[in-house]
């Protein structure tokens, strides 16, 4: 099955260290202000979800959103998060690790995009 955003295996181990120090968290792909288009990670209770939100999938059992006008953009691309050395989002919680999280994407084909199951509206 297809899918709208995966993780590498250094991501997914990342996240998992992340999740037993956090507890909850979601990431949300920022839009582009201070920190640049970056994929960040958050405490569930810390962010705010709404209708101007939709949800891509999971990775690592962490909920991956982004908002509905920055998604007309990416529609057609798969992503993939990966980490590398490096300060993360000002607020992301990867930032003392070292490592921050890089969304890596690449088109669809046709066939690819057609399979896709539709993105989740948060309400």
């Known amino acids: 099955m297809n899918t709208r955003v995966s993780a590498t295996h250094d991501a997914l181990e990342l996240i998992a260290s992340l999740k037993a120090q956090h507890g909850d968290v979601i990431f949300?792909?920022?839009?582009?202000?201070?920190d640049g288009s970056a994929p960040m990670m958050f405490p569930r209770s810390d962010f705010p979800l709404g209708g101007s939100d939709v949800k891509l999938g999971e990775i690592g059992g962490v909920s991956f959103y982004m908002s509905k006008s920055q998604f007309a953009y990416w529609e057609h691309t798969h992503l993939t998060i990966d980490v590398v050395k490096g300060n993360g989002g000002m607020f992301s919680l990867?930032?003392?690790?070292g490592l921050r999280f890089l969304t890596r994407s690449r088109l669809y084909s046709d066939e690819e995009f057609a399979a896709l199951p539709p993105v989740e509206a948060v309400d």
């Open 28 to 34: 949300h792909q920022s839009g582009g202000c201070c």
């Open 94 to 97: 990867e930032r003392p690790s």
